[in-house]
């Protein structure tokens, strides 16, 4: 007997996917709830768990296939996993084998679209990677804990010279390209961003702000934190208090426009960019201004080691009235960071760097990080925009008034 294995309820408002990864082959023996296979969406990587116990059937479409919620996707057949099972969908591909890999380029082309995309992102020989899955291929897990073993691996090496036999190339030499198909998360980074600009009256403000007194408070009690909480105490959590406190004088940055209404939010869920394998995702920090300094960096750190591992779910993208951007974790020294729609404004932090200032009339070298805030124009005034980033000055250079609300 058969059991079909449907596309899942996917979040509100997403209706569509795109077949990443089977993470089980035909013939294979699955358990209840073992995920089967990946699916990209426009937020966030999601597995389909199998809704029975028995053996891996037909793969009904093939990677790379936009599927619609509800769609059969696989089958799952009786049985221990002994058996021969269905052959995969005659959409997955065919033709000639394909030959040996004969280097680290050819070996990546054989590899799943996701596989794929790590080992190139992370520029690793998959021919040295000891893969765990069926007969040795690759998975997301293999890669990503190569990249942990060694983060400052090499690219991969070139392919071999092609036989004598083969055709010419055609064009000169060291001058070949490739094209992959955007991620269902990429196609909807693209979108969203190009509707900001193109919906929003976006205007950025910036200030520059010194450090030293929150660089003297982490290096006086980063370990005694880390000792209590189990956490390291970074930066992130001075700023997530400092645009709290500045969120609560200028409501305004805190809201949106629905339709002719501008709705003003009482609490402050604040997303906060993070890099994944599949491009930048801004996972919610619910309720922060609530949160101490522990639980938002306990918080940040769980999201940045998930979007890692590529298990954000959709609740962790969901909302957000706030975004904190920290480019400075890349060497940036100054951008025009953009808005995530439907929010109104967004915070860029930027790298940290001796620079002479003047103070009482004297030249003295402070570390100092430039601040952007970009807002919508159409609901923030300048006035509003400019006092929200001299607030946040104002707390990071006295960290004090983050303790008394000032």
């Not at 020989?125 to 190569?146: F, H, M, Y």
């Not at 409501?251 to 394998?277: F, K, Q, T």
């Amino acid at each position: 007997m058969s059991t079909e294995v449907k596309v899942p309820t996917l979040g509100e408002s997403v209706t569509e996917a795109t077949i990443g990864e089977w993470l089980k082959q035909p013939g294979e023996a699955v358990a209840l709830d073992e995920p089967i296979a990946s699916l990209e969406t426009d937020k966030v990587a999601v597995e389909v768990p199998s809704p029975v116990a028995g053996v891996m059937g037909q793969q009904v479409v093939a990677v790379g296939d936009t599927v619609n919620v509800g769609a059969v996707i696989a089958t799952i057949e009786a049985g221990d996993g002994k058996a021969a099972a269905p052959a995969p969908a005659a959409k997955a591909e065919a033709a000639a084998p394909a030959p040996a890999a004969t280097g680290g380029e050819d070996a990546v082309v054989t590899l799943s679209p996701a596989v794929r995309r790590l080992v190139l992102e992370h520029g690793l020989d998959p021919s040295k990677i000891k893969g765990t899955g069926k007969d040795g291929r690759l998975t997301k897990e293999d890669v990503l804990a190569a990249a942990e073993a060694a983060p400052d691996a090499a690219p991969a090496p070139a392919a071999a010279p092609a036989p004598a036999a083969a055709p010419a190339a055609t064009g000169a030499p060291g001058r070949q390209e490739e094209r992959v198909k955007m991620t269902r998360l990429r196609q909807t980074i693209a979108r969203r961003l190009k509707s900001a600009q193109d919906t929003a009256a976006m205007l950025t403000t910036f200030n520059d702000v010194d450090m030293t007194a929150v660089i003297e408070a982490r290096g006086r009690y980063k370990d005694l934190f880390e000792k209590k909480h189990g956490v390291r105490l970074g930066f992130m959590g001075f700023f997530t208090k400092a645009a709290c406190l500045a969120l609560k004088d200028i409501p305004a940055v805190n809201g949106r426009i629905d339709g002719d209404e501008i709705v003003y939010n009482n609490y402050m869920d604040i997303s906060v960019a993070v890099s994944g394998p599949s491009g930048l995702v801004v996972p919610v920090i619910r309720n922060a201004e609530s949160l101490s300094f522990a639980g938002i960096e306990k918080t940040i750190g769980d999201f940045g080691k998930r979007a890692k591992e590529g298990t954000l779910t959709m609740d962790d993208m969901t909302g957000g009235t706030f975004t904190i951007s920290n480019g400075g974790v890349f060497g940036s020294l100054m951008s025009t960071p953009i808005i995530n729609p439907p929010q109104s404004a967004v915070l860029g932090l930027h790298r940290i760097e001796d620079r002479p200032v003047a103070i009482d009339g004297q030249v003295v070298i402070r570390p100092m990080m430039y601040l952007a805030l970009s807002y919508d124009h159409r609901l923030i005034d300048g006035r509003e925009a400019v006092t929200f980033l001299k607030t946040i000055k104002e707390a990071i250079e006295d960290p004090t008034r983050l303790l008394i609300d000032l």
